[in-house]
């Protein structure tokens, strides 16, 4: 059982514990490195996130940050974990017992404008970006801009032929529809919907119609259904695991069996469903999909494979 989650906003939990930034002493988080292995966590997204306070000057400073904490842990923590950089990581920690973590920039703030940084954050080991958080940044707009929302900027469409080159994973979540379209029409590799969910059970912005989910699964791309039970189903207070599962029924059923994974979003959300409230529970939510008479081949891509299957070609596309 190789389990992969999309979405975590761990970093900057860590970021913000000041001079505790272990990833093995964080109690309160909902992943820390106990939890990952109670979790049978093969693999994880570690998001850098700057949230909009930092923004405005700091953010490729706190980014910078961040990256620093990410191997900080996984150098002190090597016995354990095992930073994913490449195709041969990828196999090496499917095939040993160590935990996968890959560096991922959620927002393109940190880039300030500039080519030369998403070069810089590669060669630091940031192998994706989710273009935009919910505001406009220079890349293009997110869907807090609402019905104004615009799409890639000139440097946005820059940046995903870029990061095409360079076999980096875009991640459309928070994209405003827009941009998610250009997004699509562009890229040469599969798109990542990293920690999204259906409109049509949720109908949060946040979320994506069945044509946007269709479309990204004919691409060859994933979607990770989110946790956050805002995202999941209203009202918010009465979701639980069986509402999770609910949503990635309905993915599967939109996108087919290839384009659904797990995008938890944990540490980055205020709330949690019952009975999936860290990382460590997220086998209870496959014992949910068995008991829906998935066959084991299709929770086996659900909760990994569909995610090792894109990551893995999009890093095999880099020119
Ligand atoms: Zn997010």
């Known amino acids: 059982m190789h389990i992969f989650d999309a979405h975590n906003d761990t970093l900057l939990k860590l970021l913000e514990a000041g001079s505790h930034q272990d990833l093995n002493s964080i109690a309160d988080s909902h992943v820390n490195l106990e939890k990952l292995k109670a979790g049978q966590i093969k693999t994880a997204i570690f998001a850098i996130y700057v949230p909009e306070s930092y923004r405005f000057g700091l953010a490729l400073h706190k980014a910078l940050l961040m990256v620093d904490i990410f191997w900080q842990n996984f150098h002190k923590y090597q016995s354990d974990l095992l930073p994913i950089l490449s195709i041969t990581d990828l196999a090496k920690v499917r095939n040993s017992g160590k935990i996968g973590g890959i560096l991922s920039l959620e927002g393109g703030e940190a880039l300030e404008g500039s080519l030369a940084n998403l070069r810089n954050f590669y060669r630091l080991g940031v192998r994706g970006l989710t273009l935009t958080w919910n505001n406009r940044n220079q890349l293009a707009d997110g869907v807090g801009e609402g019905e104004q929302a615009q799409g890639l900027s000139k440097f946005g469409l820059e940046v995903v032929e870029a990061m095409n080159q360079l076999g980096m994973f875009i991640d459309v979540s928070h994209l405003a529809e827009k941009g998610f379209w250009q997004v699509l029409k ?134």
């Open 186 to 319: 562009i890229s040469k590799a599969p798109v990542i919907a990293s920690h999204s969910n259906s409109r049509t059970l949720c109908a949060h912005p946040r979320n994506l119609t069945d044509i946007q989910i269709k479309a990204l699964a004919d691409q060859g791309g994933v979607i990770g259904v989110n946790f956050y039970p805002y995202f999941v189903k209203e009202p918010a207070n009465e979701v639980d695991l069986v509402a999770v599962a609910d949503q990635i029924e309905y993915l599967l059923k939109v996108g087919g069996t290839d384009s659904v994974g797990i995008g938890s979003d944990f540490d980055g959300i205020s709330c949690v469903p019952k009975e999936l409230e860290d990382i460590s529970k997220i086998p209870r939510l496959i014992d949910e999909l068995k008991k829906r008479k998935f066959s084991e081949a299709v929770i086996e891509k659900i909760i990994g494979g569909n995610f090792f299957r894109v990551i893995e070609e999009i890093f095999s596309k880099s020119s």
